[in-house]
């Protein structure tokens, strides 16, 4: 979601499952609630999809010198989105405290979330402590500095590694229920990453290709995986099959790019500016922004009109926000 600054020889396959994924994420907000099976087939491999791409466009460990450069730029690349558009959220609120008498414990409570920055915080006397979709570019960036700084030293047992940190994270969790500055679910990220580094440099045999879609199928069947709330029915093949079906993603845009024009230019470019359409959408979300605007031009619509036209609403609004010169440079 986030390697996104131009190259002259970028491949736009990757550009492709950014925006296939970018477009399941909001799909799966949107229409989820009334489709468990189209919700559960989503989950199983739409966020690991984005942390997979941002590990397979890690560099390996080069000294302490390099590592420290490389996540000083990852933190500019990630923190200014997040709190742009954490800080538009707390001022929206802000403005409807002055425009219709909200009250201040929204305000507050927003505040205190970006401090806290978790996806499941504690409760306090102005609500309870929530980030929300943004939680990506937290665990992210856990996840990636991590990789740099330890994991990407161990070589051949770097794979292990991670996965044996994210079974630590997943029984923490169960005795403190809370991610701060969404460190547990970084560590949760890291396998995901560390495989998408891995393979970077590494022949994927055919037999661990099949392996992978086989443990997705039966992943989506028998098990659930949600990282937003720490699900994970059956840990690791959910690990593996969510690689199972981020490679069936690869095939189909490697497909999209080779056979067809159009389209694969469109999800492209909807991959390269994804971030901008993910922070879009957790500020839409929070405020049903869709609906509202539907609102002047309609009184009443089927329900699923109002969550296509947020879908629309999303997607148009991100692209009209990075046209804006210096908010571009925040996203793109």
């Known amino acids: 979601m986030i390697e996104s600054r131009s190259s002259i020889n970028r491949d736009t ?5 950014k925006g296939i994924g970018i477009l399941l994420v909001i799909t799966c907000h949107f229409f989820g609630w009334n489709h468990p099976f189209m919700s559960r087939f989503i989950r199983s491999f739409h966020m690991p999809l984005f942390f997979l791409v941002a590990g397979y466009f890690s560099k390996p460990y080069d000294g302490w010198q390099a590592a420290k450069v490389a996540i000083g730029k990852f933190f500019n690349r990630l923190y200014w989105p997040l709190f742009f558009t954490q800080l538009a959220i707390i001022g929206w609120l802000a403005a409807m405290v002055y425009a219709k008498n909200w009250g201040w414990d929204e305000v507050v409570r927003q505040s205190l979330s970006l401090l806290w920055v978790d996806v499941d915080g504690p409760m306090t006397p102005c609500g309870k402590l929530s980030f929300g979709v943004t939680w990506f570019l937290m665990a992210l960036f856990v996840a990636k500095t991590i990789l740099l700084l330890f994991v990407s030293r161990l070589k051949n047992w770097a794979i292990p590694v991670s996965l044996f940190m994210a079974i630590g994270a997943l029984v923490l969790h169960r005795f403190f229920p809370y991610s701060i500055w969404c460190i ?8 995901f990453v560390t495989i998408g580094w891995w ?3 590494h022949e994927i045999p055919l ?3 099949i392996s992978a879609v086989v443990a997705w199928v039966l992943a989506v069947v028998f098990s659930e995986l949600d990282m937003y709330s720490f699900t994970w029915k059956i840990y690791p093949l959910d690990v593996l099959g969510a690689c199972g079906g981020t490679y069936c993603v690869y095939l189909l845009s490697k497909a999209l790019k080779n056979h ?3 389209l694969p230019k469109m999800l492209a470019y909807l991959g390269v500016v994804s971030l901008a359409i993910m922070c879009v959408h957790h500020f839409e979300m929070s405020f049903k922004m869709g609906n509202h605007v539907l609102a002047l031009f309609v009184s009443e619509v089927p329900r ?3 969550y296509v036209w947020r879908y629309v609403f999303t997607i148009g609004l991100a692209i009209a926000l990075i046209h804006i010169p210096k908010v571009k440079s925040l996203f793109v």
């Not at 547990?184 to 396998?191: H, R």
């Open 13 to 17: 396959t990757f550009d492709i499952m």
């Open 199 to 201: 393979f970077k440099n």
């Open 184 to 191: 547990s679910l970084g560590l949760m990220a890291l396998p």
């Open 207 to 209: 037999w661990l290709k």
């Open 304 to 306: 699923w009109t109002t």
């Open 260 to 262: 067809l024009r159009i």
